[in-house]
């Protein structure tokens, strides 16, 4: 199917634990974002990535990495989670007409 | 300085009325993009405009870049069109949102 897989859809850690989040998508996107949702918010851009091999910080990094294994795959990574760091995630493709996301991610940091 | 903004937050409408949904942004954008969050939080892309106008359905959406203005209608709405509609613009390799307008439509 195609689409943007995104795994876990759950997720609880304790403060300082660190954990990666997956994204791939299937559909020979360049551009892929990365989204953190908390309430009255909105989406806030966490870091994307215009093409394989490159990296941008979007409006909140800190506290994040990423990487862009290749063009199907953007993880994002927690190296040493806070209860700050608690939101729902969200990984998002671009074509040229729409965009497309993943399911989310509930992570919550106890 | 949010670069979209979006009115109103929160609608509420009785069921086939007419609806508005507005959307202004600050920065020179390449394309603008109409999304919809449902109750459960997926989210669907609904339109990407970069002029002029384009219709799926019930729902309109219209763009004036010269007035950094974007507009979506839903006509006849309908109670399952209950959910958060959301702006977004790309600019610069980002895509950047608005924080959303929540619909409720009741019967």
């Known amino acids: 199917n195609a689409g943007v897989t995104q795994t876990p859809k759950f997720q609880v850690l304790k403060t300082g634990q660190s954990m990666t989040l997956q994204c791939a998508q299937d559909m020979n996107h360049n551009s892929m974002y990365w989204y953190r949702q908390d309430p009255g918010m909105g989406l806030r851009l966490i870091y994307y990535s215009a093409s394989e091999g490159t990296t941008d910080k979007g409006e909140v990094p800190n506290g994040y990495n990423v990487s862009r294994l290749n063009k199907r795959e953007f993880s994002l990574r927690l190296e040493s989670a806070a209860p700050s760091q608690t939101s729902v995630y969200f990984c998002?493709?671009?074509?040229?007409?729409?965009?497309?996301f993943g399911q989310g991610t509930r992570l919550t940091v106890v | 300085k949010n670069e979209v903004e979006q009115s109103p937050q929160n609608l509420t409408a009785q069921e086939g009325e007419f609806i508005t949904i507005n959307c202004s942004y600050s920065?020179?954008?390449?394309?603008l993009h109409w999304l919809q969050q449902h109750p459960g939080g997926g989210i669907v892309s609904l339109f990407m405009l970069s002029s002029g106008k384009k219709k799926h359905g019930r729902l309109i959406a219209t763009i004036n870049i010269q007035e950094k203005h974007s507009s979506l209608h839903i006509t006849a709405s309908h109670p399952r069109d209950s959910a958060v509609y959301i702006c977004?613009?790309?600019?610069?390799?980002?895509?950047?949102f608005g924080t959303g307008t929540r619909l409720q439509v009741f019967p």
């Open positions: 920065v020179g954008i390449s394309a």
């Open positions: 977004a613009v790309l600019y610069t390799d980002k895509l950047i």
């Open positions: 998002a493709s671009l074509s040229g007409a729409l965009a497309f």
